[in-house]
């Protein structure tokens, strides 16, 4: 699997990537590129070959008898010099992990071992970091949980009465067209920020992390690459929100892995009401249709809807309206000989932004219809690069990192902006402090020193195999 992640991706495989292949779903496992399991099979049967030329050689030169003993010696003596030898020459690997040794020495060594020497015991510490943390996901999910740090639920203080949170999937904010991309992808929500800006504020996001179980683990939880615990011991949005006396309902068109066998499900089976949409081909506007059947059933209501957005492949997240859009609008695009050089593929991502911006502005007069009072809050789990089929990879690519994060309000008195503005990092909001950010539009209020931690703590986002590095340097990290 390493071999062919490398030569598909130039990138080593990552615990992320352990973690997303044992939690995926059917759907996703068929929407993956032919080339992957061309490559795949064939980096298999080569080394199956390898290995039994290896072991015949063996038993010609020692004979059968002993020959299983000595592969392990030869095996278990070249992977102890592999591991010695670059130790040796960096000792200051021992010195600069000592505390993180102490603390967590299985993902300090994964995460040394990952790049030394990434095809061998990267795979292995990779693979034992995951079964760790899905045994501590089975030890602490029946914990008694508490509030986040800092967080108070107070009595008389104003809420928001009714909350869309839509969560986008792969959504790269500088291919919208509210962003200042050149190509309308956006018009929906163009025409509310130019014809009703107090209806409407929209910010520069950051992802915490560039695969869906970490970014929406971090956005929806007080969890954070610094505290991962406290997913398991500090209560989620959804359970916040129950607590405060909504209604919580969870529609997802992403595909059901186990209620709980990844953190978006967790948090998913949090919700009084929660749908998985099981078709193969999914489609977000479909959504919409299940809104009211899950809708007034409390004074109070948090309805989350998760999209597939503009996952892979592109061409099956936008239908015949978007297509049609663009070839009346952009068809002078939509050839290589364009200074913009667009293929297929890039134009079919653009759609799907399109599309998204069709979702919102179905939902959003929705909404206008059917609340006295409500906001959408739209932001994306990660971003994408159109250029590829794939996220999460160790490639430093900013595109998986920068996201839309849009709020649509429908009538509301509380001034949400002013909240929003206490969470900036270098005028960017980081998705890992959306959990703060609902809270308080929800009745709970949060301490000044929880705020300015949470403002350090989001200038930093989390690469797939555990590293945290700054996102302004994010091109200028080596390992």
Same mark, same amino acid.
């Given at each position: 699997?390493?071999?062919?992640?490398? +030569?598909?991706?130039?990138?080593?495989?990552?615990?992320?990537?352990?973690?997303?292949?044992?939690?995926?779903?059917?759907?996703?496992?068929?929407?993956?590129?032919?080339?992957?399991?061309?490559?795949?099979?064939?980096?298999?049967?080569?080394?199956?070959?390898?290995?039994?030329?290896?072991?015949?050689?063996?038993?010609?030169?020692?004979?059968?008898?002993?020959?299983?003993? +000595?592969?392990?010696?030869?095996?278990?003596?070249?992977?102890?010099?592999?591991?010695?030898?670059?130790?040796?020459?960096?000792?200051?690997?021992?010195?600069?992990?000592?505390?993180?040794?102490?603390?967590?020495?299985?993902?300090?060594?994964?995460?040394?071992?990952?790049?030394?020497?990434?095809?061998?015991?990267?795979?292995?510490?990779?693979?034992?970091?995951?079964?760790?943390?899905?045994?501590?996901?089975?030890?602490?999910?029946?914990?008694?949980?508490?509030?986040?740090?800092?967080?108070?639920?107070?009595?008389?203080?104003?809420?928001?009465?009714?909350?869309?949170?839509?969560?986008?999937?792969?959504?790269?904010?500088?291919?919208?067209?509210?962003?200042?991309?050149?190509?309308?992808?956006?018009?929906?929500?163009?025409?509310?920020?130019?014809?009703?800006?107090?209806?409407?504020?929209?910010?520069?996001?950051?992802?915490?992390?560039?695969?869906?179980?970490?970014?929406?683990?971090?956005?929806?939880?007080?969890?954070?690459?610094?505290?991962?615990?406290?997913?398991?011991?500090?209560?989620?949005?959804?359970?916040?929100?129950?607590?405060?006396?909504?209604?919580?309902?969870?529609?997802?068109?992403?595909?059901?892995?186990?209620?709980?066998?990844?953190?978006?499900?967790?948090?998913?089976?949090?919700?009084?009401?929660?749908?998985?949409?099981?078709? +193969?081909?999914?489609?977000?506007?479909?959504?919409?249709?299940?809104?009211?059947?899950?809708?007034?059933?409390?004074?109070?209501?948090?309805?989350?809807?998760?999209?597939?957005?503009?996952?892979?492949?592109?061409?099956?997240?936008?239908?015949?309206?978007?297509?049609?859009?663009?070839?009346?609008?952009?068809?002078?695009?939509?050839?290589?000989?364009?200074?913009?050089?667009?293929?297929?593929?890039?134009?079919?991502?653009?759609?799907?932004?399109?599309?998204?911006?069709?979702?919102?502005?179905?939902?959003?007069?929705?909404?206008?219809?059917?609340?006295?009072?409500?906001?959408?809050?739209?932001?994306?789990?990660?971003?994408?690069?159109?250029?590829?089929?794939?996220?999460?990879?160790?490639?430093?690519?900013?595109?998986?990192?920068?996201?839309?994060?849009?709020?649509?309000?429908?009538?509301?008195?509380?001034?949400?902006?002013?909240?929003?503005?206490?969470?900036?990092?270098?005028?960017?909001?980081?998705?890992?402090? +959306?959990?703060?950010?609902?809270?308080?539009?929800?009745?709970?209020?949060?301490?000044?020193?929880?705020?300015?931690?949470?403002?350090?703590?989001?200038?930093?986002?989390?690469?797939?195999?555990?590293?945290?590095?700054?996102?302004?340097?994010?091109?200028?990290?080596?390992?």
């Amino acid at each position: 699997m390493s071999i062919s992640f490398a +030569l598909l991706f130039s990138s080593p495989l990552a615990v992320g990537n352990i973690a997303s292949f044992f939690e995926t779903n059917f759907s996703e496992v068929v929407s993956l590129p032919l080339s992957f399991y061309s490559t795949f099979l064939g980096c298999l049967l080569l080394t199956t070959i390898l290995l039994f030329k290896v072991k015949k050689e063996l038993v010609d030169l020692f004979g059968l008898k002993c020959v299983g003993y +000595l592969f392990v010696a030869i095996v278990f003596i070249i992977n102890v010099f592999a591991i010695l030898v670059p130790v040796s020459r960096q000792t200051q690997f021992i010195d600069y992990y000592r505390k993180e040794l102490r603390e967590v020495p299985l993902q300090t060594i994964y995460a040394y071992s990952s790049v030394r020497s990434p095809l061998l015991y990267g795979d292995i510490f990779g693979l034992a970091v995951y079964l760790v943390e899905k045994f501590e996901f089975r030890r602490f999910k029946n914990l008694e949980k508490k509030l986040g740090e800092g967080v108070i639920l107070e009595k008389g203080k104003k809420s928001i009465p009714k909350i869309y949170l839509v969560i986008g999937e792969s959504a790269y904010r500088k291919r919208m067209s509210l962003y200042d991309y050149e190509i309308k992808t956006t018009p929906f929500l163009d025409s509310i920020a130019k014809a009703d800006s107090s209806s409407i504020n929209f910010y520069d996001g950051i992802s915490s992390a560039n695969i869906t179980r970490d970014a929406v683990r971090f956005s929806l939880s007080f969890a954070t690459p610094f505290n991962k615990d406290a997913f398991w011991t500090e209560k989620n949005v959804v359970e916040m929100a129950r607590e405060a006396s909504y209604h919580t309902v969870w529609i997802s068109n992403q595909g059901r892995a186990g209620l709980y066998d990844n953190y978006p499900s967790y948090i998913a089976k949090s919700s009084e009401a929660v749908y998985f949409e099981n078709k +193969l081909r999914k489609e977000d506007l479909d959504l919409l249709s299940l809104i009211p059947t899950y809708d007034g059933k409390g004074d109070k209501e948090l309805i989350v809807l998760h999209l597939m957005g503009s996952h892979f492949p592109f061409s099956e997240r936008y239908d015949e309206a978007d297509d049609t859009y663009f070839k009346l609008h952009y068809s002078e695009y939509m050839h290589e000989d364009t200074i913009f050089d667009y293929f297929d593929s890039v134009f079919d991502y653009d759609k799907s932004i399109h599309h998204t911006d069709r979702f919102l502005k179905k939902l959003y007069n929705y909404t206008i219809s059917h609340d006295e009072s409500s906001i959408i809050v739209y932001f994306s789990d990660h971003g994408g690069n159109p250029h590829r089929d794939v996220h999460g990879t160790l490639e430093f690519n900013e595109s998986e990192f920068e996201i839309p994060f849009v709020v649509l309000k429908n009538n509301v008195e509380i001034d949400i902006d002013s909240i929003i503005q206490q969470y900036l990092s270098g005028g960017k909001i980081n998705n890992m402090n +959306l959990a703060y950010i609902l809270s308080e539009l929800m009745g709970y209020s949060v301490n000044a020193e929880v705020i300015r931690k949470a403002q350090e703590e989001g200038e930093n986002v989390m690469l797939v195999n555990g590293f945290i590095v700054p996102f302004g340097l994010m091109g200028l990290v080596c390992f």
